[in-house]
């Protein structure tokens, strides 16, 4: 039952994949700022929808950081419907001829951007996910299948039918934008082997989600998410330049997967670096140390960090620190415990800065900057569908492009095969 | 025990992948052409080897054409050792800045081509690809493990051994190029989950492997190979030029992918041109039709065809036919019977040419040209490992550059995420 209305709906959406692609930029914009318009003028409803979720969600106990991303308010409307229009307002992908070039027989061939098909999100509590992807898979002419996380179902499908009517007025076929319209589990499993619906999965959440659909899924997936991130504080680094970018990997914003989470040292600076570095983010920010011998004989009220604490995500307040002989070893220690997410070494020295990021196999590399920054608005894509981790198709900030694949066109006039 | 022994490989090669991504080119084509010229001078070794295989393959009573697959001669050796020339002399896609700008806060961001790491090859028949995928792997940087058929275990073998001697005296870390030195079958099996040290799968050979890794696989997989492809003949076709067309994508090399397997024909020309093409078909090149109920009333001699028959990739001297109404019938028969590789239209019609191009949505699509094209080498690439089906990652011929993935260098003076 749960299976035949999965299928269903994926039908659809590839029935209207096929038209989709084929539609004008214009008529693309225009749907999205339909949308954006619709979402505050039923800003009413949506909240109403979003108040049960609330109120469900209090009574499940779900915690104060859940219900937080859980919640919608006036405001919180208003920044999906402006994240629509400014999806609207980025250039479409679509169309563009990436290279073309001209054989000796005279063959023309290019290389040719065009929409992957239809691409199924699952994701986890966050309402705004929903206005999100919608918006970038229609802007690059995917029909999109949303499985959101069940705390979040009436907000979602308040949302998600919102969206959806008023894209289909603006002439985008129906189908286009769909929620997966049940919060049975069986639904997740059904996607994962629909290959011929589907083109692609996204799965964004926890390392269980992500991991449950890379396990089990036929379907391609692009994997998101796990960042175990390092900054290396080299003997040859500005220290107050290194204090400064610390502080902030750690402390900004501690539950995203682009934080720090372990702090390397040399061993010529430790002593000078971590007593006012580890006193400032313990006393001005809460964090927790957890450090090594080395650490703890500089900074005696650091707690013991264990071997499973180097390969914790902790998205928290809690760091890991450990002190190194030399940028080797601290390049050995990402290499060991790293999830080849964001990775930065503070130096001014010129072959070390060039070595890192040539021996650091991570999405991102940086030199005298922030982990913070791998995002695709940082990065000035304008738009994020997720952070790739792995190396198929997209690694690090997924923009536009992204979700976007190709196609070769040949134009001959009677060229045959010798 | 096969597992150890499978996992014991994979780790070796990884931890060569680890250097191999930082070798210069230089070193990396010195590598290619001594084990080009060790290939050579130790021809009489394959050639022993291959006769091993050549009985087994006799006794099992393989098929002529499997058994000519299978066979190595003294012309074939050189044909190896000369791909692996051609190899070194192309450019080296790692390392290359695909784009690098500057944001507003002075972040300097590049997205820079290096390897994947550890490339798991699963292929059948052809002791050539041993030979092919090394080159292709260790050109780009990435450590290669070669799973072979079974039939053709002890030529692999031995030309592995010989070409990874080779590269390892030339200054390539050993585990760089390694042959999985089991026939079990649970050995790939093993492959097909180790995400911990394999990045990326690539199978090539027959629908059955294809799918069983497919299916089966947690490492990202590149789909290979399944051509179900057409030739359409519009009304305001160059007849002469179509059936040219027709032929060589029919008969050139009917069991490869790229090679056609179903004819569509406007109704407006079918009776001009099906009966001097079937006859022809059938008369020089030994090509059984089956065919429509109209092009039956066409050419009365051509046998029925069935639905399955639309669906199927004969990989043979057989031809489905079909008339059809107009071009959109000719578009939805693609996109049902279709697998997304190679479609082509023989037209004259400006616009007809831009919507076919347009809206079929293949890998390749073809104005007045055969779909023989689909190829590494026709399209100028200079080596090919596959052709992707699939759409993350590269789809249609894959060369050099579908054999790396990127990564983000950041270079910064302190900045912070505000």
Known sequence: MVKEKVIAQAQKAKEAARKLGHLSSAVK??????MADALEARTDDILEANSIDMQAGREKKLSTALLDRLLLTNDRVKEMADGLRAIAALPDPVGEVIHMWKRPNGLQIGKIRVPVG???????????VTVDAAGLCLKTGNAVLLRGGSEAFNSNKRIAEIIADAATSAGIPAGAIQLIET????????????NEYIDILIPRGGAGLIQTVVQ?????????????CHVYIDNEADLDMAMNIVINAKTQRP??????????????????????LLNKLRDE??????????TKAIVPWVKDATEEDYYTEFLDLILAVKVVRDMDEAIDHIYKYGTKHSEAIITNNYNKS???????DAAAVYVNASTRFTDGFQFGYGAEIGISTQKLHARGPMGLPELTTTKYIIFGNGQVRG
């Open 29 to 34: 914009d225009k749907a999205l700022m339909a």
């Open 118 to 128: 239809v691409i199924g999100l699952i994701y986890e509590a966050r309402p705004n």
């Open 183 to 194: 919060t049975d589990r069986e639904a997740v499993n059904v996607m994962l082997k629909l």
């Open 216 to 228: 089990n899924a036929t379907v391609p997936v692009i994997e998101t998410g796990v960042g175990n």
């Open 255 to 276: 539950g995203v997967c682009n934080a720090m989470e372990t702090l390397l040292v040399h061993e010529e600076v430790a002593d000078k670096v971590l007593p006012p």
């Open 285 to 294: 920010y809460n964090v927790e140390i957890r450090g090594c011998e080395k």
């Open 354 to 360: 060039r070595r890192f990021t040539e021996e650091v």
